[in-house]
C-alpha cells in the first residue's frame, strides 16, 4: 500500500470531501552513540526513506479518530478532546493520542477534532523507532491541521518525547524523535543530547551501503530493562558526583572515568557508567573519522560500540551476537553493530557495495542455521525529517 492507496482507505472509511492532507515521518537507525541519549553524551542517528505515512483531516465535532493500515481488521479508535485518557483498549492509538495530549497539556488547545489514518513501512518494535515515527507524524499533523506555527520541529519532538514518557511509560531519551524529526537526506545527526545543539554530517559512502538486519527477535525484558540501565547509570552517576563535579557521564573523558571510577561500588553499575562514557567518546571519535574520510576507522569503532554494549552495557542477546558475529567474519563489512534499545531488533552495517549479496546471503544463511529464523535485511537510504506531502 503506498500514499495514494492510504488516501483511497482514508476516503473508504471516513467519507470524501474536506481539506484531506498528507504527512510522512520517517524511521531512523542510529550509526553509534547507544544508551548515550539519556546520559548527556552525543548519538549519531540518521532518519531514513521508510518511515510512517499519515493522512489527516479536521473534523467539526470534537471526536478523535485514529486508523492504522498495518493491523489486520484494524478498528478506528475514537476518542473525545474531553477526555484525552491513555485506556489500555485503544492499544498502539495510545501513542498518537499521547501526543495529542501532550498538545493540550501545553496550551496548545483544540476544539474541534480530527479523522486520521496511518500506514507504516518500518517493522514495529525492531529498534528502527516507529513509535517515534508515529509521535512525531502525529505532532507534524497537529502543528499543521491547527495553525501551531510556532512550535518548531525540535519542539514536537521534545512533545514526542514528553509523551512517550508520560503517557505511554517507556523512559526513552530524545535521540529517537530527534532524528524523526530533525532529519536530512543523506546525512547523520551529530547531536549533543547535553544542550540539543547538533551538526548535520554528510555520510558519503561511494564504495558501501548502509544495511539493516532484522533479527526478528524482541526479548519482553525490553522496557524494564531499558529503564533499569536508566536507573544503574544514575546511581553511577550519583556516586562519581561525590568526587567530582558533573552533571552527567557524558561529562567525563576515558581517563576522567578511570581515575574516578573506584568510588562506584556496585560492579555492575561501573560497567554500565564505562560503556556511557566510552560510548560517548567514541562517537565523537567517529563523526571525526568520518570527516576524515577515515570509513575503516568508523567501521572499528562501530564494531567497539557492539562489544560495549554486549560484555558492559549488556543488552544484546543471542540472536543479535550471532548476527553480528556473521557479519564481522565477512570480506568487505566494514562495521557491524546493533542498534537501538536492544535484547533483540536490528544490527546496522556498513558493507562494501560489492559485499552487500554476499553479505545477505551468509549472514542469512548463518543465522537461520543457527536460530531457524529468517533475517530481513534492508539497504538504506538517509532521509529527510517529518513533513507533510500534500
Ligand atoms: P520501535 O519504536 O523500535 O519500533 P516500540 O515498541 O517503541 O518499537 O514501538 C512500537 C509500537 O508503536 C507498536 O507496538 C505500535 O503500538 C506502535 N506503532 C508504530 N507504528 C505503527 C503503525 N504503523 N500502526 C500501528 N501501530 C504502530
Ligand atoms: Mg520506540
Redesign the pocket.
Known amino acids: 500500500m503506498d500514499a495514494k492507496d492510504l488516501r483511497a482507505k482514508f476516503v473508504e472509511i471516513y467519507g470524501d470531501g474536506g481539506d484531506i492532507r498528507e504527512y510522512f515521518a520517517p524511521?531512523r537507525v542510529n550509526l553509534i552513540g547507544e544508551h548515550t541519549d539519556y546520559n548527556g553524551g552525543h548519538v549519531f542517528p540518521c532518519a531514513l526513506t521508510i518511515g510512517?505515512y499519515g493522512v489527516a483531516r479536521k473534523r467539526e465535532d470534537d471526536k478523535i479518530h485514529f486508523f492504522?493500515?498495518?493491523?489486520e481488521d484494524?478498528e478506528v479508535v475514537e476518542v473525545s478532546l474531553s477526555d484525552l485518557s491513555y485506556q489500555k483498549r485503544y492499544?498502539?492509538?495510545?501513542?498518537p493520542l499521547g501526543v495529542v495530549w501532550a498538545f493540550d497539556g501545553k496550551g496548545k488547545k483544540m476544539t474541534q477534532g480530527f479523522d486520521m489514518a496511518?500506514?507504516?513501512n518500518?517493522?514495529?518494535?525492531?529498534?528502527?523507532?516507529?513509535?517515534?515515527?508515529?509521535e512525531v507524524l502525529t505532532g507534524t499533523i497537529l502543528r499543521d491541521l491547527y495553525g501551531f506555527a510556532d512550535l518548531s520541529m525540535t519542539d514536537l519532538a521534545l512533545i514526542g518525547q514528553y509523551s512517550?514518557n508520560n503517557f505511554n511509560g517507556?523512559n526513552?531519551g530524545i535521540m529517537?524523535q530527534f532524528a524523526v524529526a530533525m532529519g536530512k537526506k543523506d546525512c547523520a545527526i551529530f547531536l549533543d543530547t547535553s544542550d540539543l545543539s547538533y551538526e548535520y554530517a554528510k555520510i558519503a559512502l561511494p564504495d558501501a551501503k548502509i544495511v539493516i538486519t532484522n533479527s526478528k527477535v524482541?526479548h519482553s525484558l525490553?522496557d524494564g530493562q531499558y529503564n533499569k540501565r536508566r536507573e544503574e547509570c544514575a546511581e553511577a552517576l550519583a556516586q562519581l558526583q561525590t568526587v567530582v563535579d558533573i552533571q552527567s557521564l557524558g561529562e567525563l573523558d576515558n581517563e576522567g572515568f578511570e581515575k574516578y571510577k573506584d568510588v562506584i561500588t556496585d560492579e555492575e553499575c561501573k560497567k554500565r557508567a564505562r560503556h556511557a562514557v566510552a560510548e560517548n567518546q567514541r562517537t565523537i571519535e567517529a563523526v571525526a573519522a568520518l570527516k576524515d574520510n577515515d570509513v575503516e576507522k568508523f567501521g572499528k569503532l562501530m564494531n567497539a560500540s557492539h562489544v560495549s554494549l554486549r560484555d558492559d552495557y549488556k543488552v544484546s542477546c543471542e540472536e543479535i551476537d550471532i548476527l553480528v558475529d556473521l557479519a564481522w567474519s565477512i570480506d568487505g563489512v566494514v562495521g557491524s553493530r546493533i542498534t537501538?534499545?536492544g535484547f533483540g531488533?536490528c544490527t546496522v552495517s556498513i558493507v562494501k557495495n560489492d559485499a552487500v549479496d554476499a553479505f545477505m546471503e551468509k549472514v542469512g544463511a548463518g543465522y537461520k542455521e543457527k536460530t531457524g529464523i529468517d533475517a530481513e535485511f534492508y539497504v538504506v537510504d538517509i532521509g529527510d525529517g517529518a513533513r507533510r506531502t500534500v
Open positions: 524511521g510512517t492504522s493500515a498495518n493491523l484494524c492499544s498502539w492509538a495510545n501513542y496511518i500506514r507504516g518500518i517493522p514495529n518494535g525492531s529498534g528502527l523507532s516507529s513509535s517515534a515515527s508515529l512517550e517507556c526513552c529517537d524482541k525490553v537501538g534499545g531488533g
